[in-house]
């Protein structure tokens, strides 16, 4: 088969913050006329890198289309001339927010004349021809919903004809049947001779769309799978599931989690009908009630943009409830000051760790964040702090060269650990109350497993936690409850016991848990 | 920028100068800008050596005027280092200065008969808060407003309406007939700060140092890392992420209110001694030392001990300015102006490095 794209010899390192990441080092990757081909990895693993130096050079390497070596050095030719295009992953990068569905379309149009009326028209006529369901090319994208924005972005790429289309993790924001829908439009595009390049972190996507797979791995390609004989390889496609799992893991395996049964205690966070505005002013969070009970996870599923941030913002008490209350342990905490919200043993471990982190401060000012007011006085007791913060350090394995070094020199996994050191200890035993999104977002997998066995290790002292994830192997592995949000309600409470994949699935889609459950 | 193929970027230190590193890293800049300000007097057909020297003869020899020089810009430069170590870029001192030069006249002319046992410190807290009120709605807007750099501009335009008020006071109100130049009349004697015997140094310098060592003791001195007093570190957490200070339950606005206040008030307090120990009445134009001040307070690092040593030194560079005859007073005014930049400039290059890659 001839390939219509060959990359050799790509590699591209980051410099930012003192880190050096060679994100690809020596990729070769080629791309069949008609196929497509999904590039694996996990986060971190190049994949965007690798199909982003199509359109800005990387730092080394050949890049030859239909057999010619090409320079792309800009997204202008990479579009217009080669005739490639890409569906980004960051949507709040490439999509204006402020601007109309047209308006962001309106870039890649010919001609001298601009004519939002003509664009509109050919929206609308694209939308029905790739079956990507009904969206107003009027709307501003920040009104959208995350699965719409998803779509415009697949609109974009697709609109100027591609003859390679290349797809960045295009379901992050999707519900299963829009998913569906999407690969259906893949296979038919693929009839139609256009070569795909889909990046995705699911192993069964990559396994049931694709042609073939390449598996990076710290910015290496480890394998590249024929999926046709993958499957006919293996019995049973779990056992090709697991074998791309290894790849792109490496030899480090997640092994079970020890889940100790522990008896769920009293109600300790009542959250009652909850109102809560976006930036926009908006409401995304419509009328939400959570309960949370000490010796107990409680899950908030979800795709990510439907409301969880607002959600979580608003119980914590960073954004105004518009209408509801709060309290927790009895005490009516509607609207008032963080600060209290903190006194009453709220610990909160954000997704963005410069919420958490004082990365110019060191190890020791980090991790007193919450501790230094417990002394009466306006002086902190230094005595107390020292033995208090050292402990911390050992407890949690934090490697550091000094409590005086700044979080700006750790790992990302230490720095992650120096979080959730701080918070875990805000209060003991059943006086702590967690709130933790994404604790285990971006991390290797050694902390991915210590975080989650410490939060098993805190269950089972006593605290209520709610975990926010959009990791759905996550949610299932750890919590006690399920509550899935989507549009900014809650689609239903289930028990673990009683939960399945498919189930939370299909409600993260907006089914009802009445519809699910049988 | 390319050189070759090589590029030269910016990038963000990781492990911060400190110690003893710092001052040398501090001291090494003030070099460069003597040297580029030297290069401004051969310009000028001047010998930078010798007059170097030349300044420095006149700072061994005026010791007390140098001194008395350093009072203010002590004040100055510690009221702001605690803003600016909360990243709140207080830029107008200068008005706070002012207000406190007015407060301190217009008690003295409003109470001329009280003693000056009761007159003198009553002026003192009178200007520290008038100076504090000054420098309040740089609080309200950075705090309450949506605009980050509302403390820069709020602050400096907060320079002019003092500035104005201090000329129609002493043009109008507080006018000397009997001299020809605008100038206020003198400040009644009981109003008048006394001095060291035999030299222009007021006593507000045992006031200020008292200060300095205080706010050394309880904000800045770190034992193993952690400050005396909570404040101390809450500035510190302010100032390199508010937002992170703020999940954790601090105060953004108190904390930066208190700043304010305190860096207002020493800036007030800085002019009282300016009008009631220095010059005695009020002029139409002041001295600028409030924004001397902003460069006071960086090279000393935004820590007390080092604006007591950056004090004096800005203190000698004025009074060194007297040595420097036969030269236009702009090259003056650009001389203190370089110095300035290149300690301003040390700052960046304290947060960021210069880094050298090769390109393919």
């Given at each position: 088969m001839d390939s219509v794209l060959e990359m050799k010899d790509i590699c591209k390192t980051f410099y930012g913050d003192g880190i050096v990441v060679k994100a690809n080092d020596h990729v070769n990757f080629s791309l069949n006329k008609g196929e497509i081909h999904a590039i694996l990895g996990e986060n971190g693993a190049g994949k965007s890198t690798l199909v982003n130096g199509l359109f800005f050079p990387p730092d080394s390497g050949h890049i030859f289309i239909n057999g010619v070596e090409v320079n792309l050095d800009n997204p202008l030719t990479a579009i217009k001339e080669y005739k490639l295009a890409i569906a980004r992953q960051d949507l709040s990068k490439s999509l204006i927010e402020r601007h109309t569905v047209a308006e962001n379309i309106l870039s890649f149009s010919e001609g001298f004349f601009l004519s939002l009326a003509e664009i509109e028209r050919a929206i609308k006529k694209a939308l029905q021809k790739f079956n990507l369901g009904d969206i107003n090319p009027k709307a501003k994208v920040w009104k959208l919903s995350g699965g719409e924005k998803q779509r415009v972005e697949i609109l974009k790429a697709l609109i100027t004809n591609p003859s390679i289309l290349i797809l960045d993790e295009p379901t992050a924001m999707l519900t299963p049947p829009e998913i569906e829908r999407l690969f259906s439009l893949l296979k038919n595009l693929k009839e139609e001779g256009k070569s795909i390049i889909i990046i995705t972190h699911h192993l069964e996507e990559a396994i049931n769309l694709s042609d073939r797979i390449t598996v990076l791995r710290h910015g290496e390609v480890v394998g590249v799978l024929d999926t046709q004989k993958l499957r006919k390889d293996y019995a049973n496609e779990k056992e090709a599931i697991m074998h791309l799992a290894s790849l792109m893991v490496g030899k480090e395996v997640l092994y079970d989690l020890h889940q100790d049964k522990v008896h769920t205690g009293t109600i300790v966070v009542e959250l009652d009908d909850a109102v809560v505005n976006n930036d926009m002013g908006d409401a995304v969070v419509h009328g939400i009630s959570l309960h949370l009970k000490t010796n107990q996870i409680l899950g908030l599923a979800g795709i990510s943009g439907n409301g969880q941030r607002e959600l979580i913002e608003g119980l914590f008490r960073w954004r105004n409830l518009e209408k509801g209350r709060i309290k927790i342990r009895g005490q009516d905490v509607t609207n008032k000051p963080i600060k209290k919200v903190r006194e009453l043993g709220v610990a909160y471990i954000p997704e963005d760790r410069r919420k958490a982190l004082i990365f110019d401060l060191s190890v020791r000012d980090n991790l007193m964040l919450n501790s230094y007011q417990n002394s009466k006085s306006l002086i902190i007791d230094r005595s107390r702090i020292i033995p208090e913060t050292e402990a911390l350090i050992r407890r949690y394995n934090i490697k550091t060269t000094s409590p005086l070094s700044p979080i700006r020199s750790l790992s990302g996994g230490n720095r992650q650990k120096v979080v959730v050191a701080r918070e875990f200890s805000l209060k003991q035993g059943k006086d702590l109350i967690l709130i933790a999104e994404?604790?285990?977002?971006?991390?290797?997998v050694g902390t991915t497993q210590f975080v989650r066995e410490e939060l098993l290790r805190k269950r089972a002292e006593g605290a209520a936690i709610l975990l926010v994830s959009s990791d759905l192997t996550e949610i299932m592995s750890l919590c006690d409850e399920i509550a899935v949000i989507f549009k900014g309600k809650i689609m239903g409470i289930i028990s673990r016991e009683n939960a399945t994949r498919e189930m939370i699935g299909l409600m993260m889609g907006g089914a009802h848990q009445t519809e699910v459950l049988v | 920028m390319r050189i070759l193929n090589h590029r030269l970027f910016f990038q963000k230190r990781i492990e911060p100068i400190t110690g003893i590193n710092a001052i040398l890293f501090r001291i090494a800049f003030l070099l460069f800008g003597l040297v580029v300000a030297g290069l401004i007097f051969l310009l000028n057909g001047v010998n930078p050596i010798i007059t170097y020297i030349d300044m420095i003869r006149v700072n061994l020899l005026l010791i007390p005027n140098t001194i008395a020089r350093f009072i203010p810009l002590l004040a100055i430069g510690l009221g702001l280092a605690i803003p600016f170590k909360a990243r709140v870029d207080n830029i107008g001192a200068e008005g706070q200065y002012i207000i406190g030069m007015l407060t301190a006249t217009g008690t003295a002319f409003l109470f001329p008969d009280l003693p000056g046992i009761i007159l003198i410190p009553l002026m003192f807290v009178n200007a520290f808060i008038l100076g504090a009120i000054w420098a309040i709605p740089v609080v309200l807007f950075r705090a309450k407003g949506g605009f980050q750099g509302a403390d820069v501009v709020v602050s400096f335009l907060l320079v002019f309406p003092a500035l104005y008020l201090m000329e129609w006071l002493v043009s109008d109100l507080w006018r000397d007939p009997e001299t020809g130049f605008t100038y206020s009349s003198l400040l009644p004697e009981n109003a008048q700060l006394p001095k060291i015997p035999g030299t222009p140094i007021y006593i507000s310098i045992f006031l200020i140092l008292a200060i300095t060592l205080l706010v050394y003791y309880f904000l800045f001195r770190n034992i193993d890392g952690i400050p005396k007093l909570k404040l101390g570190y809450e500035i510190n957490v302010m100032g390199k992420n508010p937002l992170a200070g703020r999940i954790a339950g601090m105060s953004f606005f108190r904390v930066i209110l208190i700043t304010m206040i305190f860096s207002g008030g020493m800036a007030a307090i800085a002019g009282v001694g300016e009008v009631a120990g220095n010059a005695l009445r009020l002029g139409v134009k002041s001295q600028g030392y409030g924004y001397t001040g902003i460069a006071v307070a960086y090279l000393g690092g935004l820590n007390p001990l080092g604006i007591i040593v950056s004090a004096l030194f800005f203190a000698a560079l004025k009074v060194g300015g007297l040595a420097l005859t036969g030269i236009p007073a702009t090259v003056l005014q650009l001389f203190s102006g370089i110095i300035i930049f290149f300690v301003l400039l040390s700052e960046f290059f304290f947060r960021f490095t210069i880094k050298m890659r090769r390109e393919s």
């Open positions: 994404n604790p285990t977002f971006g991390l290797d | -």
